[in-house]
């Protein structure tokens, strides 16, 4: 309840906690003081002064010290108003509200340090008339507001009593709070002096404070009051729960454990939880994209299972690499093709020399798919020595149709986890290389050179060959079944090209699957051309 940190000065030198007191009495706002019309002002930074409430200031400033010191050697009696904006250093009178509580100057003390400590204390709330024109220091005349405590009204007892429930409350949830305090607060009898009290040493802003002072009506005053300590109580209460809910789970696990658990109950009630910043990042990003209703069924369900577990089990980062995975691939999103089969053949010759035949293939080919509007066609496999161009031919393919080109070497491949994934319930599982590289190229639709299909191995531990199976088959393609992802993802958009230096060593299955073009070596005016390219194109 007590703000520990109370910054009460008019300039301050040190920070120090400092707690407002006062006298006990029935009498404390009952002050027969006779005040002048024109008074000296001091202005506060970052503190309201209120009736009854005793408060030591340090003062720096020298218009704060002049006004302090005319007070003094007069009646001790000055105006004490707060800042508007606490970071001036020299307020003019547009810059301090205009509510404000007399203050007497109980004691001026020299500290140590050259500095002027005052303890003051409030007596009553008045509203500013007229301030005078001293270059000095700060002067005003004042309008005392006279404060009338409804004494015999029910309801005004009834939130007076609630009033002091919530203090007797608070101080016993507040481990920075004396269990003294409540002692003192109970030998408060006067109710208006109560408020004052309350409201000043409550953690409150400025603002806030201000606002409770200038309330004239006590009813109000007192709503305004409650509803704060009624705040402060709901928030210790929680916290309250979080240490108790800590403490039990400390008799079941380490020491490590209760602090990560700590760490993560606390963070949750304060709204910065990394981790669910971290899903909530994710789920932004899913609710972004299109995708078909498979994939964003099964990734609400992965997300909520992730909001529910502990973030320090190891099935936790295997969810979170799922759930990128899934926002990272390309469901839906396509680069516009180009079937332009005179660009295309230009773009061959430009490449490639020669290959007559290989390239009026290809153009048949590409004629074939413009005229059916989609992929569904036996895979072109590309049949030759090594160093002919194989690949080249399927790069320039994707250059002319403006798609994402993506090799994938099967040389030496052996486990069928390669093509098909791992099961994502093991560390460490990743998916197949035919998603990692859709993923890489972020298209749905790219060209996809299959090196060196002929080499695949096939041993105990999988055959990939018959994993390519339902890769290259128009039929089940759109339709493939990664272990990882554990749903179906469409690769009919893709336009698969094989290439092999035989086709001895390819499954007849796949090779089914396959139109075979063959590409022979080089005629010898061919490879009397590529010197004269070179140099061409070095000169």
Not at 32 to 47: E, F, G, H, R, S
Not at 386 to 395: A, W
Not at 441 to 464: C, H, M, Q, W, Y
């Amino acid at each position: 309840m007590f703000d520990r940190n109370i910054y009460a000065m008019d300039d301050l030198k040190e920070e120090g906690d400092v707690i407002p007191v006062f006298s006990i009495g029935d009498d404390e706002l009952k002050f027969d003081d006779t005040y002048k019309d024109v008074m000296p002002i001091l202005a506060l930074k970052n503190t309201v002064l209120f009736p009854g409430v005793v408060i030591p200031i340090t003062v720096g400033r020298d218009k704060s010290i002049k006004a302090l010191q005319k007070a003094d050697k007069g009646d001790k009696f000055l105006g004490v108003l707060t800042q508007k904006d606490m970071e001036s250093e020299d307020p003019s009178p547009e810059g301090l509200h205009a509510v404000g509580t007399v203050a007497r100057i109980m004691k001026i003390l020299k500290m140590p340090d050259g500095s002027t400590t005052a303890i003051l204390q409030g007596r009553k709330r008045f509203v500013v008339g007229n301030f005078i024109e001293n270059e000095k220091m700060l002067e005003a005349t004042v309008n005392i507001l006279e404060d009338k405590i409804p004494a015999k009204d029910i309801e005004f007892n009834a939130i007076m009593s609630t009033v002091r429930d919530f203090s007797k409350k608070i101080v016993e949830l507040s481990p920075n709070i004396p269990s003294e305090a409540n002692m003192m607060l109970q030998n408060i009898k006067n109710n208006g002096f109560l408020l004052n009290f309350i409201a000043s040493n409550m953690n409150l802003g400025v603002a806030k404070k201000q606002e409770i002072l200038e309330t004239s009506d006590y009813m109000a005053k007192a709503h305004l009051v409650m509803n704060v300590m009624n705040g402060e109580l709901q928030l210790l209460q929680i916290k309250d729960q979080i240490e108790s809910k800590v403490r039990g789970d400390l008799e079941k696990q380490q020491k490590e454990y209760f602090l990560n658990q700590q760490l993560k109950t606390i963070q949750e009630e304060l709204g910065g939880n990394p981790q669910e910043e971290e899903l909530n990042r994710l789920q932004k990003l899913a609710d972004a994209k299109k995708w078909p209703l498979e994939a964003k069924s099964a990734f609400d369900r992965e997300i909520i299972k992730a909001r529910r577990i502990n973030p320090q089990i190891a099935e936790y980062s295997v969810i979170l690499n799922y759930l990128e995975l899934m926002l990272d691939l390309p469901w839906n999103d396509v680069t516009k093709d180009n079937f332009n089969l005179k660009k295309v053949r230009s773009v061959l010759d430009k490449d490639h020399f020669g290959l007559e035949d290989v390239k009026n293939r290809i153009i048949e080919h590409l004629a074939v798919l413009k005229l059916k509007g989609d992929m569904k066609a036996p895979i072109l496999c590309l049949v030759g020595p090594p160093g002919v161009g194989k690949t080249s031919l399927g790069k320039s393919i994707a250059t002319a149709l403006g798609r994402k080109f993506i090799r994938m070497s099967l040389g030496g491949l052996h486990d069928e986890s390669e093509i098909r994934g791992h099961r994502k319930t093991y560390i460490g599982a990743m998916p197949g290389r035919i998603l990692q590289s859709i993923k890489k190229a972020k298209t749905s639709n790219p060209v996809f050179i299959l090196d060196e299909i002929d080499k695949l191995g096939k041993d105990f531990r999988g055959d990939p060959s018959s994993a390519l199976l339902e890769v290259l088959d128009p039929e089940q393609n759109s339709t493939f079944h990664d272990n990882y992802l554990d749903i179906d993802y469409d690769l009919s958009k893709v336009m698969f090209i094989a290439t092999a230096n035989s086709l001895s060593t390819i499954q007849p299955a796949l090779l089914d699957r396959m139109e075979i073009i063959d590409i022979s070596g080089y005629s010898l005016e061919e490879k009397l051309k590529f010197p004269k390219d070179i140099w061409y194109l070095n000169k």
